[in-house]
């Protein structure tokens, strides 16, 4: 018979421990920041071996920057598993799949790196993912306005709102139901 462990209270699988404090371990700013970096620089050295030309610029002023502020965002929903409920995910999982979407099919309206960068400044509770977030959406924002005149920046951060908006809505019903 396998033996279970506690950890903070929770009954966890063996196992499951080593993969919570790996998780523990990144969400320190310092991790979270060398990890980011470390899986935006690996992203962008793919691009330069395997593109060439225009797409291989394309791709690294536009789609690695947002990697740092992705990976970011994902070790701390990994850590807030612990700690949280899991309903978050109700509204994280659709927004990054309209994004990632967005990424390779013509969606109207809606920018999915405004769609996904905004949502994380607007989500994310860590200063790694916040600020790196703020900063890409400022650099996406300047390239759709200036030099792109694409509107559909306006409808990612439109849509990220209301995103953040029921998120937050639920996280009150949330916290209403548990003080009853």
């Not at 905004?118 to 703020?134: C, E, G, M, N």
């Not at 920046?153 to 953040?164: D, Q, R």
Request: proline share 5%.
């Amino acid at each position: 018979m396998q033996s279970e462990t506690r950890t903070s209270g929770k009954i966890r699988a063996p196992g499951m421990g080593s993969i919570s404090l790996l998780v523990q371990r990144l969400s320190q700013p310092a991790a979270m920041l060398t990890t980011a970096a470390s899986v935006t620089l690996l992203y962008a050295f793919w691009i330069i071996i395997h593109n060439e030309g225009w797409k291989e610029w394309w791709l690294l002023y536009y789609f690695a920057p947002i990697t740092f502020p992705f990976v970011c965002f994902l070790i701390e929903r990994a850590n807030a598993l612990e700690a949280a409920p899991r309903w978050p995910w109700l509204v994280d999982l659709p927004v990054l799949a309209l994004s990632i979407t967005r990424a390779f099919y013509a969606l109207p309206i809606i920018s999915g790196h405004a769609l996904f960068l905004t949502y994380a400044v607007l989500t994310t509770r860590t200063k790694p993912a916040r600020i790196s977030a703020a900063l890409v959406l400022f650099e996406v924002a300047c390239l759709k306005i200036l030099l792109w005149h694409d509107a559909t920046l306006f409808g990612g951060m439109a849509a990220a709102g209301i995103s953040a908006a029921v998120l937050v809505g639920l996280k009150r019903v949330s916290q209403n139901q548990k003080t009853r």
